[in-house]
T-cell receptor
């Protein structure tokens, strides 16, 4: 099975611009979560989608948004970019096995805001 | 709420040394416990897991035992290699069925020197 894929892998944007990142989950996985990873804050949960619905959201401003399509692919968008948005953005697709919930991560998109 | 505490890094070891990375958790009930590994420039990979007390997860020479009495899930390896240099994350899910928020530790960087 192919793993989680994220595009693009690297991105450089300017303050004030907006950006859209894409994530394709493992085939059969219907849940997609997004995380922001920075050296200072570590891994922070952004949001999670299941069957095109946002089920949970982290503590990020409204500039961060996402959506999920009927084929489970997901996108996240960041508007009005700030320097502090520079980070590795990780997508994870999830599988429920019995009562256990496992996440499988993509390689991430490295966003640099200048 | 749930929380995961990992030992601060970086941990620097010589090749073939014994590795222990401590992880303790706070959660109600009986969570599932995970170790993820992140190699430089990559996303997180699931390394091993344990879903109930006294379970031992193992993979690639790494082991961790779910200790309910000490609320711990320490990662161990008998003989580390340079290729094990990475950041290791301890994590838990509440085992409540369906979608479950994953709680991550802050990560421990391991450097193995030849």
């Amino acid at each position: 099975k192919a793993g989680v894929t994220q595009t693009p892998r690297y991105l450089i944007k300017t303050r004030g611009q907006q950006v859209t990142l894409s994530c394709s989950p493992i085939s059969g996985h219907r849940s997609v979560s997004w995380y922001q990873q920075t050296p200072g804050q570590g891994l922070q949960f952004l949001f999670e989608y299941f069957s095109e619905t946002q089920r949970n959201k982290g503590n990020f401003p409204g500039r961060f948004s996402g959506r999920q399509f009927s084929n489970s692919r997901s996108e996240m968008n960041v508007s009005t970019l700030e320097l502090g948005d520079s980070a590795l953005y990780l997508c994870a697709s999830s599988l429920v096995k019995g009562s256990t919930y496992e996440q499988y991560f993509g390689p991430g998109t490295r966003l640099t805001v200048t | 709420g749930n929380s995961v505490t990992q030992m601060e890094g970086p941990v620097t070891l010589s090749e073939e040394a014994f590795l222990t990375i401590n992880c303790t958790y706070t959660a109600t009930g009986y969570p599932s416990l995970f170790w993820y590994v992140q190699y430089p420039g990559e996303g997180l990979q699931l390394l091993l897991k344990a879903t109930k007390a006294d379970d031992k997860g193992s993979n690639k020479g790494f082991e961790a035992t779910y200790r309910k009495e000490t609320t711990s899930f320490h990662l161990e390896k008998g003989s580390v290699q340079v290729s094990d240099s990475a950041v290791y994350f301890c994590a838990l899910t509440p085992n409540s069925g369906g979608y479950q928020k994953v709680t991550f530790g802050t990560g421990t960087k391991l450097q193995v020197i030849p």
